[in-house]
């Protein structure tokens, strides 16, 4: 499986920005997807999941009413609406692939495959 994300770039404080990843194959409708986020010098952190079917989506508290999470099981896309962007919201973004839907889906560890990530820059 591979993931691609599109649609990084930089943009001022209080600006929207939408990321969207592109998986390959045709398991993708059953993959609980992720996406997580990287800013120098810290852990990779969790941003959001949505589950198989779309039905269902989580997010971490520093995110939550801000951004949301969609996903197209036709096309195998997923993507990441970000609102009201913060200068801490700045990091590197990666969308992942979990294949158990019972794994901690805040766990970078449980995910299997990854993008190779795209940059967000808010400036404040």
């Known amino acids: 499986v591979q993931l691609v994300e599109s649609g990084g770039g930089s943009v001022q404080a209080g600006d929207s920005l939408t990321l969207s990843c592109v998986a390959s194959?045709?398991?993708?409708?059953?993959?609980?997807m992720g996406w997580f986020r990287q800013a120098p010098g810290k852990e990779r952190e969790f941003v959001g999941t949505?589950?198989?079917?779309?039905?269902?989506?989580t997010f971490a508290d520093s995110v939550k009413g801000r951004f949301s999470i969609s996903r197209d099981n036709v096309n195998n896309t997923v993507s990441l609406q970000m609102n009201s962007l913060k200068a801490e919201d700045t990091a590197v973004y990666y969308c992942?692939?979990?294949?158990?839907?019972?794994?901690?889906?805040?766990?970078?560890?449980?995910?299997?495959?990854w993008g190779q990530g795209t940059q967000v820059t808010v400036s404040p």
């Open positions: 992942a692939a979990q294949t158990d839907p019972d794994s901690y889906w805040w766990l970078a560890s449980s995910y299997d495959y």
């Open positions: 194959g045709r398991a993708f409708r059953t993959y609980s």
């Open positions: 949505i589950s198989r079917s779309g039905d269902r989506s």
